[in-house]
């Protein structure tokens, strides 16, 4: 009986210390000093919150980068990944389906040019990056549908390359949605 | 494979060694009730507990004392955080209007917590309140990581105890281990994590629009404070869906060394805290030499396994290059592997990929470190197993020479060899035997996603992740049904406590022995040759009693996949 009592004043305790306090106290301190961060990074483009640039969006314009392919139809509320085993025929179809539609889309590109990121889905659903291969591959694309010339489209794509982190860590990767931002700024820019 | 992808490997390896060890020492020192440099804020807070709860600091505890403390303290914490999740739908800090759960959700879920699994049938964005994410996920995700803590302090005390009953004072520990500990460590994880990217607010979700022209519902909430006690607490369980995959979790490469640094910090710290118990350095020396050990080699094969990709896909479409379905590619194969292979080593369970979707032989390694259970194993518990197998190795080494068995200055008994045999036997137990029933029933194969031996490895995978109290999964598997709610449910229950129980009795026993001085006589522990025999043993144990379920499922599609068969 003690130690119930015990217990249930433990579980008063810890519960407001744990449970309220440690979680309410960061929430303070990071909307304070990192707010653009704790609020999601969400981007605004032209006065309007057009996405956060840790996720990925779904991309319908040509003259946009796509980001990969999402098992979960970019939907941020219910992030996924296809969960397709190595021998699941499903896996093939979808991989096929996306395969398919990157040569569709990007004319001149080969089957053997496609890495796998580009046409197999991210863990997320959600995955913000493409490899730099990827968007060099998308480059032809971009550049006639905006009317960018290739050198320009490329030196966007250089200039929102990040390396892997101190030179070891991760995968040099572009972040779709910066990229595509750089696009459109640098389509306002030259637009008569 | 690349250079920079093992460099990059064996370079955190390093940083975890690099920081756990004086953390190691400092646990130690915690538990030894010595002052902090902090002192000044540590101890009013300490007292000002002890007196909210009603505890004498000064009272001790023998072992069935301090075990039923932490039961009844574990049984209350549980039933509390299952109401949470079943009113969640009425209760404050619910910006998204999300539901109460049902009850075998609730059940699942509140086992899940408690039991530092972190299994999760549900998906974070959907069916938890920001209430739920802080009042039940964090709060149970600082508790269950400090109950197997004290529970291995308890027994370490035992060990070094002499002819004395005492294990400590449960409340003393459990309060220290959170206020000295975990939550300085938490709370400044969180706040690097903020910095880093990972929202904090108790904002609903944001609706964007897109530049295509499309809207966009984009989840967020108080993630950061969960991240951080989820990897320092080995639990797991992730505020999203798709885990430490999500941006929102693990934003960047950088976000992922740390991740995986703070869940291997404390189980490797655990071994340092242990060889200052016992003062013996060899100990230490020799069990970091062989656990990193098997983590690397665990680590390079998953590696070497994804980097090489799906045949099957290359042959049908064409394209080569490693696998990267399920995978993010800011973190690319390497930074994937080697979160696999700690996640599962440590039973943390979170995961910066979908295992699911790896191929057979990447995730045949992440079953077997969780069939182990030992490779530096979950907070507390995984140091608890292994010197449950170092005494059950040193039985079977002084059968095989002749000697009766002591270790660490105890005799080892048949009290205690019936005790560690009970805590090695229940986990193939609780495997492999819902296994089967699942397998041989339309409830258990109605679940699976994926056709063929993978949808059998599902289910394997599901009870071992339960029963290693890991909560990683193939999560193709639909587990939010009643049989898998309960079952998992209870397996989990099963795989935590008996285990627990056992070794704290030994623990009772070990406490009364007298600490007998090393002589001429004693089998050496401490060395390399001892060392490898306790690795053949857990080899052998894991080995002989999964291999034909590992036939079955991974072994079997690896060897179909090779030959560029594809399920039906």
């Known amino acids: 009986m003690r130690n119930l009592l015990r217990s249930l004043r433990w579980l008063v305790a810890s519960v407001v210390m ?175 | 494979m690349t250079v920079q992808g093992v460099a990059a490997i064996l370079v955190t390896v390093g940083l975890i060694f690099l920081l756990a060890i004086p953390l190691g020492g400092y646990i ?131 060990l070094v105890g002499h002819r004395g009953t005492s294990l400590g004072n449960f409340w003393v520990d459990f309060v220290r281990v959170q206020t000295r500990i975990l939550l300085p460590l938490a709370f400044l994880f969180a706040l690097l994590l903020v910095g880093l990217g990972l929202p904090e607010t108790l904002l609903g979700a944001q609706a964007v629009h897109t530049l295509s022209g499309g809207t966009q519902i984009i989840a967020r909430g108080p993630v950061a404070s969960l991240e951080a006690i989820k990897q320092l607490g080995t639990n797991g369980g992730g505020f999203f869906n798709a885990n430490s995959a999500h941006p929102f979790e693990n934003p960047s490469p950088l976000t992922d060394v740390l991740e995986i640094i703070a869940m291997a910090l404390i189980p490797v710290a655990l071994i340092t805290t242990f060889a200052q118990f016992i003062k013996s350095r060899a100990h230490a020396v020799m069990l970091y030499g062989l656990l990193v050990g098997m983590l690397l080699v665990a680590t390079f094969i998953i590696y070497g396994a994804e980097a090489a990709g799906n045949p099957i896909v290359h042959h049908l479409l064409g394209i080569s290059g490693p696998n990267m379905e399920g995978k993010e590619v800011r973190f690319g ?79 080892i008994e048949s009290r205690e060899v019936k005790l560690a045999a009970a805590a090695m036997l229940v986990h193939p137990f609780v495997i492999l035997v819902p296994t089967a029933i699942a397998v041989a029933t339309k409830m258990g194969t109605s679940s699976m996603l994926n056709p063929g031996l993978h949808g059998f490895s599902e289910v394997l995978y599901a009870f071992t992740s339960a029963a290693a109290n890991n909560g990683s999964a193939f999560a193709g598997i639909n587990a939010n049904t009643v049989f898998y709610n309960v079952t998992l449910g209870v397996v989990m229950l099963l795989g935590r406590y008996v285990s627990m129980v056992a070794m704290l009795a030994m623990a009772g026993s070990l406490v009364k022995k007298a600490v007998i001085p090393e002589s001429q006589g004693t089998l050496k522990t401490g060395t390399l040759s001892f060392g490898l025999v306790f690795i053949a043993v857990v080899v052998i144990v894991g080995a002989l009693t999964f291999f034909p379920a590992l036939a079955i499922g991974p072994i079997g599609e690896q060897l179909q996949m090779l030959s560029g068969q594809l399920a039906h």
Do not use: C
């Open chain 2, 28 to 158: 130690y020192r915690v538990f030894m009730g010595q002052r902090s440099k902090l002192e000044g804020v540590f101890g009013p807070l300490d007292r000002l507990l002890y007196r909210v709860i009603g505890v004498n600091p000064a009272v001790e505890m023998d072992w069935k004392a301090y075990i039923r403390s932490l039961l009844l303290v574990n049984f209350v914490m549980a039933l509390f955080v299952y109401l949470i999740f079943r009113l969640q739908g009425v209760l404050p800090l619910n910006p998204n209007g999300i539901h109460g759960m049902s009850w075998d959700l609730a059940f699942n879920s509140a086992v899940a917590f408690i039991t530092n699994t972190n299994w999760q049938s549900y998906a974070g964005e959907q069916s938890m309140s920001y209430l739920g994410q802080m009042v039940a996920v964090t709060y149970l995700q600082f508790t269950s990581a400090a109950t197997g803590v004290v529970a291995v302090i308890a027994f370490l005390r035992g």
């Open chain 2, 333 to 411: 194969t390497s930074m994937s592997s080697l979160f696999t292979a700690v996640t599962t080593s440590t039973a943390t369970g979170a995961v910066n990929n979908m295992l699911d979707s790896l191929t057979p032989l990447g995730g045949m390694v992440p079953l077997l470190l969780m069939m182990f259970n030992m490779v530096f194993g979950g907070i507390g518990v995984g140091l608890l197993n292994i010197l449950m197998f170092l005494i059950i190795t040193v039985f079977l080494s002084g059968l095989m020479v002749g000697r009766t068995p002591e270790i660490f200055g105890k005799k």
């Open chain 1, 18 to 192: 744990l449970g309220l306090i440690y979680p309410l106290l960061i929430t303070g301190i990071g909307q304070w000093v990192f707010p653009f961060q704790a609020n999601g990074s969400m981007v605004q483009y032209q006065g309007q919150v057009v996405g956060s640039r840790l996720i990925a969006q779904q991309v319908t314009l040509a003259g946009l980068f796509y980001p990969r392919p999402s098992a979960v139809n970019y939907d941020a509320n219910g992030s996924g990944g296809s969960n397709l085993g190595p021998t699941n025929p499903a896996l093939i179809q979808e991989v096929k389906k996306n395969l398919e539609q990157v040569l569709h889309q990007n004319p001149g590109v080969t089957v053997a040019q496609v890495p796998t990121s580009m046409v197999e889905s991210s863990g997320s659903g959600l995955d913000p990056d493409i490899t730099v291969h990827d968007a060099l591959l998308q480059v032809p694309r971009v550049a006639q549908a905006t009317g960018l010339s290739v050198d320009t489209v490329q030196n966007l794509v250089r200039q929102n390359t990040r390396g892997r982190f101190l030179g070891l860590w991760g995968v040099g990767r572009v972040n779709v949605l910066d990229l595509n931002l750089a696009v459109l700024k640098a389509k306002t820019e030259t637009a008569p």
